[in-house]
């Protein structure tokens, strides 16, 4: 049974900095294709912020380009976001993604529980 479970949201000052984190746990003989970082802000949307799959679909929005990055341990199956000089738009609920192959499933994306990140002006 694949989980992913975040950690790192919270309450933050405007510039200030956090890092996520989310640690996907996998059955035997699982794939983890790819893992990424979406994001929703009240009454909006849930949007892309980062991924790492860097073909098709850019690695990170424009609109936090220069602000975040997006790393993952690999070994670990863990996908970080770094998020510097945030801003009161940046706040919303913050949900990991991943693209994991299973013997029972196959290919599919899985999703986090999400984390709240909330920065004051």
């Known amino acids: 049974q694949v989980q992913l479970v975040e950690s790192g949201g919270g309450l933050v000052q405007a510039g200030g900095s956090r890092r996520l984190s989310c640690a996907a746990s996998?059955?035997?003989?699982?794939?983890?294709?790819?893992m990424g970082w979406y994001r929703q802000a009240a009454g909006k949307q849930r949007e892309l912020v980062a991924t790492t799959l860097t073909t098709e679909i850019p690695n990170i929005v424009d609109s936090v380009k220069g602000r975040f990055t997006i790393s993952t341990d690999n070994a670990k199956s863990t996908v970080y976001l770094q998020m510097n000089s945030l801003n009161p738009e940046d706040t919303a609920v913050y949900y990991c993604?991943?693209?994991?192959?299973?013997?029972?499933?196959?290919?599919?994306?899985?999703w986090g529980q999400g984390t709240q990140v909330t920065v004051s002006s």
């Open positions: 993604n991943a693209n994991i192959w299973t013997r029972a499933a196959g290919a599919r994306d899985y």
């Open positions: 996998t059955p035997s003989f699982s794939h983890v294709n790819f």
